[in-house]
């Protein structure tokens, strides 16, 4: 299972745009980037996933670069709600593994 | 439709004892999974399920069993619980194995072995 590479912690002012990247050097061909967040301890709640183009929704886009060796989750208009552990996973093809890294922790300040 | 639902929430055992945390989804889905969260960490994988009948393991196996005699429910058993089981477990289901299809998560079980 690819491994991935975040930024420990993150902040960003409200209003603003969060760029939260992630490195995933070792992905291979059939594996999909995924991307979840944590608030409080919650359950995990999903945001967004791709294979190699762009992807947006109403949550987020998702950046990966044309190597697919990197990524970049971009919450357009950050709000104080935003704040959360953020996880870029590279989920398999062929089991359906979700395995978590340490995760990004945004700190969307007023 | 409530999604993946966890019991209990809450739960302390003493060493040694055993138990089962219950998992259900009312999706038809045919992926289920267990994971656990220490304090300040993130989610490990324990174990999975691709199907009715199929488990597997994850990154984190031991202690714990597994059965899948329904697409609907995914129990975890402790057999003999430690205190190094402390901590948050989430179950996760999905429509298939593939990677091509959104995961949803239950709110979590929160255990303590004292």
């Known amino acids: 299972d690819a491994k991935t590479t975040q930024p420990t912690s993150m902040d960003c002012a409200e209003g603003r745009a969060a760029n939260l990247p992630c490195n995933h050097s070792?992905?291979?061909?059939?594996?999909?980037v995924y991307w979840y967040r944590q608030i409080h301890s919650q359950g995990p709640q999903y945001i967004i996933h791709g294979l190699k183009n762009n992807e947006t929704n109403e949550m987020a886009s998702l950046i990966i670069t044309e190597d697919r060796k990197s990524s970049t989750l971009i919450l357009p208009h950050a709000t104080l709600r935003d704040t959360a552990v953020y996880y870029c996973i590279v989920r398999s093809s062929n089991t359906g593994k979700l395995i978590f890294g340490q995760g990004t922790t945004l700190q969307v300040k007023p | 439709n409530a999604g993946v639902t966890q019991t209990p929430k809450f739960q302390v055992l003493k060493t040694g004892q055993s138990m089962t945390l219950q998992c259900a989804q009312d999706m038809n889905h045919e992926y289920m999974s267990w994971y656990r969260q220490d304090p300040g960490m993130g989610l490990r994988l324990i174990h999975y399920s691709v199907g009715a009948g199929i488990t597997d393991q994850g990154e984190v196996p031991n202690g714990y069993n597994v059965s899948r005699s329904t697409t609907e429910d995914f129990p975890l058993r402790l057999l003999s619980a430690a205190p190094s089981q402390t901590s948050v477990y989430f179950c996760?289901?999905?429509?298939?194995?593939?990677?091509?299809?959104?995961?949803?998560f239950g709110q979590g079980t929160r255990l303590t072995v004292v």
């Open positions: 996760a289901s999905s429509p298939y194995g593939g990677a091509n299809t959104e995961a949803f």
């Open positions: 070792t992905i291979s061909g059939n594996e999909y």
